[in-house]
């Protein structure tokens, strides 16, 4: 398992969380002629630091589902490397037991495979990325007022579990 999709996402987030700073700057600064060819142009000063707030928020949960996209398909390449650099094909049965589980990861629930590795990852952090699981479905599915969320989250928070938990399962594999 490798961290490194989960970083390569978190960097694109901190580079556009810093655009977003210097663009909050500009207005501030009132650097209208850098709003040129932007939604910006013409707007009132306190409208677009609303929105920029607004898109703040927005980026958020839209990260969080990215981290957890590369953190899942990271999970599914993993198995599947595992499966196919432990298995010695003994005979035609086993081959096609070892082809029937790769064909069918694609299927697999997130909470099939995050417990698959209960005895490489902690149950605490078992636990917190499952929450966090549920937390992307949130977001993914509209942000549902009447079924909230067990636990809100941010990027960052998102990242150090989603890399602690490739990290520990790693270890062992």
């Given at each position: 398992?490798?961290?490194?999709?989960?970083?390569?996402?978190?960097?694109?987030?901190?580079?556009?969380?810093?655009?977003?700073?210097?663009?909050?700057?500009?207005?501030?600064?009132?650097?209208?002629?850098?709003h040129?060819?932007?939604l910006f142009l013409?707007?009132?000063?306190?409208?677009?630091?609303t929105?920029?707030?607004?898109?703040?928020?927005?980026?958020?949960?839209?990260?969080?589902?990215?981290?957890?996209?590369?953190?899942?398909?990271?999970?599914?390449?993993?198995?599947?490397?595992?499966?196919d650099?432990?298995?010695?094909?003994?005979?035609?049965?086993?081959?096609?037991?070892?082809?029937?589980?790769?064909?069918?990861?694609?299927?697999?629930?997130?909470?099939?495979?995050?417990?698959?590795?209960?005895?490489?990852?902690?149950d605490?952090?078992r636990?917190?990325?499952?929450?966090?699981?549920?937390?992307?479905?949130?977001?993914?599915?509209?942000?549902?007022?009447?079924?909230?969320?067990?636990?809100?989250?941010?990027?960052?928070?998102?990242?150090?579990?989603?890399?602690?938990?490739?990290?520990?399962?790693?270890?062992?594999?």
């Amino acid at each position: 398992m490798n961290d490194k999709v989960v970083n390569d996402v978190f960097s694109v987030y901190e580079i556009i969380k810093d655009s977003i700073k210097v663009t909050r700057r500009t207005i501030n600064n009132e650097l209208y002629r850098l709003h040129n060819r932007t939604l910006f142009l013409g707007e009132q000063r306190e409208k677009m630091l609303t929105k920029m707030d607004d898109v703040e928020k927005e980026l958020d949960d839209i990260m969080i589902l990215s981290l957890f996209a590369s953190f899942e398909r990271e999970l599914r390449i993993s198995i599947q490397a595992l499966i196919d650099n432990n298995t010695n094909k003994v005979n035609k049965t086993f081959e096609n037991i070892v082809s029937l589980t790769k064909d069918s990861i694609e299927r697999w629930t997130v909470i099939d495979m995050i417990e698959s590795l209960k005895d490489v990852v902690d149950d605490d952090l078992r636990s917190v990325v499952k929450q966090i699981y549920e937390y992307r479905n949130w977001v993914a599915h509209g942000k549902n007022k009447d079924k909230l969320p067990s636990i809100r989250t941010d990027p960052k928070t998102v990242q150090v579990k989603l890399c602690d938990f490739i990290n520990q399962a790693k270890k062992d594999l």
